[in-house]
């Protein structure tokens, strides 16, 4: 009964891992969108006005990007929710529980 609690105990974990990746995936996606507006934003560091004459001897004025601010941009890129998230915290956790149980884990060296 030890044995099947910890096992139990080893899903919800998973199950609760699993769930709450899928939600850094989401969260990831939106603060990626937010980093790439933030960047966009930032690289430039000056703007200067631009005069072009068009084929009818109108003029158009647009702006012209000097520099990049890619050195001193406070746009600040999320983590990766890879890196957030391990299965062997939950496993970690059921070894525990099965030692607890009065089991014994032996580790075996595979040639």
Do not use: H
């Not at 009964?1 to 699993?18: E, H, I, K, P």
């Not at 969260?27 to 068009?54: D, F, G, H, P, V």
């Not at 941009?73 to 970690?92: L, M, V």
């Amino acid at each position: 009964m030890c044995v099947a609690n910890c096992n139990a105990a080893l899903q919800a974990c998973q199950f609760s891992q699993q769930s709450a990746y899928q939600q850094c995936q989401s969260n990831y996606a939106l603060q990626m969108n937010t980093y790439a507006l933030c960047k966009a934003q930032q690289s430039c560091i000056t703007q200067r006005e631009s005069i072009e004459l068009q084929a009818r001897g109108n003029r158009t004025t647009k702006p012209v990007c000097e520099g990049s601010a890619s050195f001193n941009s406070p746009c600040i890129e999320p983590k990766r929710c890879d890196t957030q998230f391990s299965a062997s915290r939950c496993e970690q956790n059921q070894r525990t529980c099965f030692m607890a149980c009065g089991g014994r884990i032996d580790r075996v060296k595979l040639d």
